[in-house]
């Protein structure tokens, strides 16, 4: 027997089930799909009806039925030849591919990031670059999690060499982050010249880039890549590149300001080992000269210890 609605287009049907799922009504708009399903004439509106199902389902986390409702989508449409659809189901996989790995299922969420790339890695639409970008950079977190951190190198690898050329800045961030992993995970190995090298990558390529997120990363890789000359016993390149980072970086805000204090703070524990306590003394009264107001938790620690350092010294000498 058929069922019926009082709202008889699929159009209005549709926009009152958006308007639902606005208004946080899942349970209400999850009802709608029967009438939905009903009235629907193309393929373009079974996808998106069955979509939306998917989005209520996740927001009332009914994890396995996202699941099968996101296995259902792509079963159906996987050799669909409509372009529309074809560009939206990227995101089914992604999606479910998430679902996966908040359920834990490690391996589900591999093999599902592998279908994705797959399939739509030689797509080379603006559109679909940040869904594979971010794939890449959660497959590298898999791979990591089922073998070992080292093995997710060639995923970082492949992202990188497939989107350092692209035009969009969220995807570029995207690229400096995996160049980051990369070199954390060289760290990890204390394999510090590969670290230095991948390091040196975000450092060259982004330099002049004037994203916040990007050039935080770029602040980042400088204090790392200090320390990782440390490591080396490379202490005076190690310093210079402190100083470069309070150089380019000691007037701009928030997380790149941490960044900064950072790079005092490690010139300071640096300067200690070398015994050159006359440098130590005005980096610690810089710290406390520009970083007393700040409220950041990260910050407030590093006035303390430099403010700890400044009245040990001055001890030390007075005798």
Do not use: W
Request: hydrophobic letters at 40%; aromatic letters at 10%; charged letters at 30%.
């Amino acid at each position: 027997m058929s069922q019926f609605h009082p709202i008889e287009s699929f159009e209005d049907l549709y926009n009152d089930f958006n308007s639902k799922l606005h208004n946080k009504e899942f349970e209400a708009a999850l009802s709608l799909i029967p009438f939905l399903l009903e009235k629907a004439n193309k393929d373009i509106d079974i996808f998106y009806t069955l979509m939306g199902e998917a989005t209520a389902l996740t927001n009332l986390d009914k994890n396995p039925q996202v699941i099968e409702s996101y296995n259902e989508i792509i079963e159906k449409f996987k050799n669909t030849k409509d372009i529309t659809i074809t560009k939206f189901l990227a995101f089914a996989y992604y999606n479910k591919a998430l679902i996966h790995g908040k359920e834990k299922e490690f391996e589900e969420e591999l093999k599902t990031y592998d279908e994705l790339l797959s399939n739509y890695i030689m797509d080379t639409s603006e559109d679909l670059e940040i869904v594979l970008v971010k794939a890449y950079i959660n497959k590298a977190i898999c791979v990591s999690e089922i073998e070992e951190p080292k093995k997710a190198l060639l995923v970082y690898t492949e992202l990188i060499k497939n989107f350092e050329n692209s035009n969009e800045e969220k995807v570029l961030q995207q690229v400096a982050l995996a160049a980051c992993n990369k070199a954390s995970i060289y760290g990890q190995y204390e394999e510090n010249e590969e670290a230095i090298k991948a390091y040196d990558y975000v450092i060259t390529k982004f330099e002049n880039s004037s994203n916040k997120n990007i050039i935080e990363l770029v602040a980042k890789s400088l204090v790392n890549k200090a320390s990782r000359l440390k490591d080396l016993h490379k202490n005076i390149k190690a310093l210079e590149i402190y100083d470069e980072v309070v150089r380019r970086y000691e007037n701009c805000e928030d997380k790149i300001l941490n960044q900064v204090a950072l790079a005092l703070h490690n010139k300071s524990i640096l300067l200690s080992v070398l015994h050159r306590e006359d440098e130590l003394i005005k980096v610690c009264d810089k710290i406390i000269e520009r970083f007393s107001n700040s409220h950041d938790e990260l910050i407030v620690n590093i006035v303390a210890t430099a403010q700890i350092v400044k009245d040990k010294e001055r001890f030390n000498s007075s005798f």
